[in-house]
Nanobody, 124 residues
C-alpha cells in the first residue's frame, strides 16, 4: 500500500511559479502511474496532469498545458509538478494520486491512492 505526501504549496503572486512534490513510500514507486488533481472551493476535484511509470508518457488538462510540467524521479520515489505562469484560477488544494500498473490517465476513479493535499494560493 503506497502512501503519498505532498509538499511545496504556498502563496504566490499571479504569473509566479511553484514546484509541488509528492513523496511516495510503502510501495514500489516505479510500478505506479502518478497524477495530480486539484480542488478549488465550491468546485469538484479535477484532473491536472499525469505521468506513466517511466516518465515517458504525460498528459495534461487543457487549462494547464504549456504552463505546468509533471515529472518523476523513480530513484527518489517522488513526482513533481512545476507550475509556471500561475493564475488566480489555479488556486486550489492540489492532490497527488497513484495508479498501480497504470498509464497517464486523467480519470480519477482509476487512482486508488491519494495524498492529503497541499494548498496553492495565487494572489492577483
Amino acid at each position: 500500500q503506497v502512501q503519498l505526501v505532498e509538499s511545496g504549496g504556498g502563496l504566490v503572486q499571479a504569473w509566479g511559479s511553484l514546484r509541488l512534490s509528492c513523496a511516495a513510500s510503502g510501495g514500489t514507486f516505479s510500478t505506479y502511474a502518478m497524477g495530480w488533481f486539484r480542488q478549488a472551493p465550491g468546485k469538484e476535484r479535477e484532473f491536472v496532469a499525469a505521468i506513466n511509470w517511466s516518465g515517458g508518457s504525460t498528459y495534461y488538462a487543457d487549462s494547464v498545458k504549456g504552463r505546468f510540467t509533471i515529472s518523476r524521479d523513480n530513484a527518489k520515489n517522488t513526482v513533481y509538478l512545476q507550475m509556471n505562469s500561475l493564475k488566480p484560477e489555479d488556486m486550489a488544494v492540489y492532490y497527488c494520486a497513484a495508479q498501480k500498473y497504470g498509464t497517464s490517465s486523467p480519470l480519477q476513479y482509476e487512482y486508488h491512492h491519494w495524498g492529503q493535499g497541499t494548498q496553492v494560493t495565487v494572489s492577483s
